[in-house]
């Protein structure tokens, strides 16, 4: 067989695997982006308009895990993680003011943070595991070196001097560990996962993420540490079924921690149920991108927290 009847029929192969694949499958990229938009519409006009009604915000817990699921297709489809870097950072900026205007009583860039914060770096923690990830065993123990120095720091601040975090940070060690044991696999299937001390080199680039993790806790974005790691986890998950699973092992405990009180919590339960609905959106979709406006999305976040900033503060505008 010649190389042209292999090419031909690799792509009638690989047509016919994506067709298996998006059998009874309907949601594209951009229709989990829309159902993603509405969810977080109906969450904050709960959440500035009508503080009352509780089921609005239970409706919104679907959101985050989509956008989660999302940023990670993002993140491995982009061809510039610059430029994509570059977009969540401007964005949270711009987003910053009206966020607190809307869900605060003062502006401040660097506390209770929004949403972009969050998305930004989980994207920063993607992108300096690929490229430590891709460097020489001397500069991958250079750059841990330099995060455990950051990170020591950072213990002696928090230990010493504010002592409030602490427990955010011990948080932040147990998802990246539960990073690790998850992400094992990928070790096996390594070019150069021939000796024990070369797999134990390779989980360097995980560790290196650890600033960006404490940063989330320290300007409190939104989500936080548990918000990044599911961004994390979602982008190094093979497959959707994996994704699934990562979703479920997060979210249950996220907002199971709720749940028990005095009394059980009817609400907390309500909030965990909506949150794995998203789950069900994940299953359903197809791989494919619909439409490609991005920008769409980006500028709908700051505009809409915008809007009902001016209604909270104006009722009759």
Not at 129 to 144: A, E, N, P
Not at 189 to 210: G, R, W
Not at 262 to 288: H, K
């Amino acid at each position: 067989m010649s190389d042209k009847d292999n090419r031909i029929s690799q792509v009638v192969e690989n047509r016919q695997h994506i067709i298996k694949h998006c059998r009874g499958k309907m949601f594209t990229s951009e229709s989990l982006k829309i159902v993603a938009l509405i969810c977080m519409l109906i969450d904050h006009a709960g959440a500035t308009l009508f503080p009352q009604c509780d089921i609005l915000r239970s409706i919104g817990r679907v959101s985050f895990p989509l956008y989660a699921f999302l940023l990670a297709q993002g993140c491995k489809h982009t061809h510039s993680m610059e430029r994509y870097l570059l977009g969540l950072g401007i964005f949270a900026l711009i987003s910053e003011i009206p966020y607190d205007l809307a869900f605060g009583n003062s502006i401040n860039f660097l506390e209770q943070t929004n949403i972009f914060y969050t998305l930004f770096l989980s994207a920063a923690c993607v992108y300096i595991y690929d490229s430590i990830k891709k460097q020489k065993t001397m500069i991958q123990l250079i750059v841990f070196a330099v995060c455990l120095l950051f990170l020591f720091m950072e213990w002696i601040l928090l230990t010493f001097i504010t002592g409030e975090r602490l427990p955010s940070v011990a948080l932040m060690f147990s998802y990246v560990m539960g990073m690790i044991i998850s992400c094992a696999h990928i070790f096996k299937h390594h070019e150069i996962a021939n000796s024990k001390s070369n797999i134990l080199i390779n989980i360097f680039p995980i560790l290196s993420t650890l600033p960006a993790f404490l940063l989330s806790s320290f300007i409190d974005c939104d989500y936080g540490i548990w918000g990044v790691a599911l961004i994390s986890l979602l982008y190094l998950a093979k497959s959707i079924k994996i994704s699934a699973v990562i979703m479920a092992v997060l979210l249950v405990p996220y907002y199971g921690q709720h749940i028990y009180s005095n009394v059980v919590s009817f609400e907390a339960i309500r909030n965990m149920c909506f949150s794995l609905l998203s789950i069900l959106f994940v299953c359903l979709y197809n791989g494919q991108h619909g439409s490609k406006k991005k920008w769409i999305y980006y500028w709908a976040y700051p505009l809409h927290i915008l809007f009902f900033a001016i209604l909270r503060c104006y009722p009759f505008f």
